[in-house]
């Protein structure tokens, strides 16, 4: 066993077992099946600050509202592409089926575990919430979806079928491609390529 997938199991362990206790065995299952529910209530509120605040210009953040959750969906889309095609390619088998006593809350799936779709997905839809929504929400309620995904993520090292690097590079390629996105959409407006009503001025 390389020092990188020891040191990989011994987190995984500390994590799986050493922060069990029975509400951990309740909230960490529905986090990791349900967890993107929670989500709901921060996109209804980014559409309610889209529609009452307004930019230098005095024009309102509501389109720019709508199409940040069009680029958070169309990033999960994106993810769940590229999720399958690498757990393909790199193989890696899940840790409740390679170690023995794990401790395995829920049913181990039949996938490969490198990279953690939930990772993936849960920050590819979390960071063009973030990013770009900075212009009209606090910091502090833009922490609330990297919050969520964080707990989502850390959901399955604690169900025990997935390893923390798994995480990492779920968590890592995710935001990769919602960063990217919302990039390219700032970028197209910047450079009119998009409608005008679509523009916000910087605050």
Request: hydrophobic fraction near 50%; proline fraction near 5%.
């Given at each position: 066993?390389?020092?990188?997938?020891?040191?990989?199991?011994?987190?995984?362990?500390?994590?799986?077992?050493?922060?069990?206790?029975?509400?951990?065995?309740?909230?960490?299952?529905?986090?990791?099946?349900?967890?993107?529910?929670?989500?709901?209530?921060?996109?209804?509120?980014?559409?309610?600050q889209?529609?009452?605040?307004?930019?230098?210009?005095?024009?309102?953040?509501?389109?720019?509202?709508?199409?940040?959750?069009?680029?958070?969906?169309?990033?999960?889309?994106?993810?769940?592409?590229?999720?399958?095609?690498?757990?393909?390619?790199?193989?890696r088998?899940?840790?409740?089926?390679?170690?023995?006593?794990?401790?395995?809350?829920?049913?181990?799936?039949?996938?490969?575990?490198?990279p953690?779709?939930?990772?993936?997905?849960?920050f590819?839809?979390?960071?063009?919430?973030?990013?770009?929504t900075?212009?009209?929400?606090?910091?502090?309620?833009?922490?609330?979806p990297?919050?969520?995904?964080?707990?989502?993520?850390?959901?399955?090292?604690?169900?025990?079928?997935?390893?923390?690097?798994?995480?990492?590079?779920?968590?890592?390629?995710?935001?990769?491609?919602?960063?990217?996105?919302?990039?390219?959409?700032e970028?197209?407006?910047?450079?009119?390529?998009?409608?005008?009503?679509?523009?916000?001025?910087?605050?």
């Amino acid at each position: 066993m390389t020092t990188i997938q020891s040191l990989d199991t011994q987190l995984l362990l500390l994590i799986n077992k050493g922060l069990a206790n029975p509400l951990f065995d309740v909230l960490m299952p529905f986090l990791s099946f349900q967890g993107y529910l929670l989500v709901v209530p921060f996109l209804f509120y980014i559409i309610v600050q889209g529609y009452n605040r307004k930019d230098a210009a005095e024009k309102r953040y509501l389109i720019k509202a709508i199409v940040t959750i069009a680029i958070a969906c169309l990033s999960v889309y994106l993810a769940d592409l590229a999720e399958h095609l690498i757990k393909d390619a790199v193989g890696r088998v899940r840790p409740c089926t390679a170690i023995e006593g794990i401790r395995l809350i829920v049913a181990c799936p039949k996938s490969f575990s490198m990279p953690s779709g939930h990772a993936f997905s849960s920050f590819a839809f979390a960071t063009p919430l973030v990013y770009l929504t900075r212009q009209y929400v606090s910091k502090a309620w833009r922490a609330y979806p990297l919050v969520l995904a964080s707990l989502i993520a850390l959901s399955r090292p604690y169900l025990g079928v997935h390893y923390p690097t798994d995480i990492l590079a779920g968590a890592m390629m995710g935001s990769a491609i919602g960063f990217g996105l919302s990039w390219g959409y700032e970028n197209l407006i910047k450079k009119n390529y998009l409608p005008r009503r679509t523009r916000s001025a910087r605050s």
